[in-house]
């Protein structure tokens, strides 16, 4: 039986400390497959160049000359890696566990692009990892009752906070970024990663581009990866950056009214937070308020000091 080619696509900015880790995992987490490592380095000031070329040597690394975002870094990466059966998007931050990448494989099918797996973070507890879709209704809820709380009841929290979500295969409306298999036919069918996006809200923007094209994204609990996650809960500038593209990506979608709407409500639950000590919020509100904000390119200026 032909194993699945697939290329195993990490974008890095200032990520040396992870690399070694990440290389120890894949071939026991690549099994099965005919594999391909490639790196996209986003202008990494550190050694993490130094790194590669160390634990791995015969990876393909692409240097993009400067810092693209992860969705420029991630389409570098993937031409790079030419034809493949399937790409598997990975932060530098993630180890796969013992057959995950065969294991997504297989559950990609003729209405299935995307393929994600169950992940646990650096202690071993589960993630939520799952979405809903964006809406009103959900964004609403957030702001007065909490993700957490929301996201245990059906329909209503955009984040799937109901551990028995986890235990089954489904479909979803998206899904975290950090580990996605995507197929070829949904690479080709879909596009590249929107790169207006500089970091956060992408892979929102390209799951649900592939269901408008009829291409499902599938949560696999059966494959595990581990994710260290990054910062964006404790920096000012990415978490206002994610609440800002969260914004984005609804107004992309919807009329102006419901745009306002959803503003609205992302307004009002930064600002309670705000309200409680939290520098995040603030500066999310803050740029929220600030129309100037909403135009500037999300570069690298914003993100100097910080990584995901």
Same mark, same amino acid.
Request: charged share 20%; net charge neutral.
């Given at each position: 039986?032909?194993?699945?080619?697939? #290329?195993?696509?990490?974008?890095? $900015?200032?990520?040396?400390?992870?690399?070694?880790?990440?290389?120890?995992?894949?071939? =026991?987490?690549?099994?099965?497959? !005919?594999?391909?490592?490639?790196?996209? !380095?986003?202008?990494?000031?550190?050694?993490?160049? %130094?790194?590669?070329?160390?634990?791995?040597?015969?990876?393909?690394?692409?240097?993009?000359?400067?810092?693209?975002?992860?969705?420029?870094?991630?389409?570098?990466?993937?031409?790079?890696?030419?034809?493949?059966?399937?790409?598997?998007?990975?932060? %530098?931050?993630?180890?796969?566990?013992?057959?995950?990448?065969?294991?997504? $494989?297989?559950?990609?099918?003729?209405?299935?692009?995307?393929?994600?797996?169950?992940?646990?973070?650096?202690?071993?507890?589960?993630?939520?990892?799952?979405? @809903?879709?964006?809406?009103?209704?959900?964004?609403?809820?957030? %702001?007065?009752?909490?993700?957490?709380? *929301? &996201?245990?009841?059906?329909?209503?929290?955009?984040?799937?906070?109901?551990?028995? #979500?986890?235990?089954?295969?489904?479909?979803?409306?998206?899904?975290?970024?950090?580990?996605?298999?995507?197929?070829?036919?949904?690479?080709?069918?879909?596009?590249?990663?929107?790169?207006?996006? $500089?970091?956060?809200?992408?892979?929102?923007?390209?799951?649900? /581009? *592939?269901?408008?094209?009829?291409?499902?994204? /599938?949560?696999?609990?059966?494959?595990?990866?581990?994710?260290?996650? &990054?910062?964006?809960?404790? =920096?000012?500038?990415?978490? =206002?950056?994610?609440?800002?593209?969260?914004?984005?990506?609804? #107004?992309?979608?919807?009329?102006?009214? #419901?745009?306002?709407? $959803?503003?609205?409500?992302?307004?009002?639950?930064?600002?309670?937070? %705000?309200?409680?000590?939290?520098?995040?919020?603030?500066?999310?509100?803050? !740029?929220?308020?600030?129309? @100037?904000?909403?135009?500037?390119?999300?570069?690298?200026?914003?993100?100097?000091?910080?990584?995901?």
């Amino acid at each position: 039986m032909t194993k699945p080619r697939i #290329a195993i696509c990490v974008v890095t $900015f200032n990520s040396a400390a992870l690399i070694e880790d990440l290389v120890l995992s894949i071939p =026991s987490g690549a099994e099965g497959t !005919d594999w391909t490592l490639v790196f996209a !380095d986003n202008a990494s000031a550190d050694e993490t160049l %130094a790194e590669i070329a160390l634990h791995a040597p015969n990876a393909v690394v692409v240097q993009t000359g400067a810092n693209l975002g992860y969705s420029g870094g991630l389409n570098a990466a993937v031409r790079a890696a030419g034809v493949q059966d399937a790409y598997l998007i990975l932060n %530098a931050d993630v180890r796969l566990m013992q057959g995950c990448l065969v294991t997504l $494989f297989a559950g990609l099918g003729d209405d299935v692009g995307i393929t994600v797996p169950r992940l646990v973070d650096g202690q071993g507890a589960p993630i939520w990892s799952i979405r @809903r879709e964006p809406s009103i209704t959900r964004a609403w809820a957030d %702001a007065l009752v909490g993700a957490e709380r *929301a &996201g245990r009841i059906a329909g209503l929290g955009e984040v799937v906070t109901d551990a028995s #979500a986890y235990d089954t295969a489904r479909v979803v409306d998206w899904a975290e970024g950090s580990t996605q298999l995507i197929s070829a036919e949904c690479w080709h069918r879909c596009g590249e990663w929107d790169e207006s996006y $500089f970091l956060y809200s992408e892979e929102t923007e390209y799951d649900l /581009r *592939a269901r408008d094209r009829g291409l499902l994204t /599938r949560f696999i609990p059966a494959a595990t990866a581990q994710h260290l996650k &990054g910062e964006s809960a404790a =920096s000012p500038q990415l978490w =206002s950056l994610l609440v800002l593209n969260r914004a984005r990506l609804y #107004a992309r979608r919807h009329g102006p009214l #419901a745009s306002l709407l $959803f503003w609205l409500a992302l307004v009002v639950r930064e600002s309670s937070r %705000a309200l409680l000590g939290k520098a995040t919020s603030a500066a999310a509100v803050r !740029d929220l308020l600030r129309p @100037r904000r909403w135009r500037e390119p999300r570069g690298p200026k914003w993100l100097e000091g910080v990584r995901r």
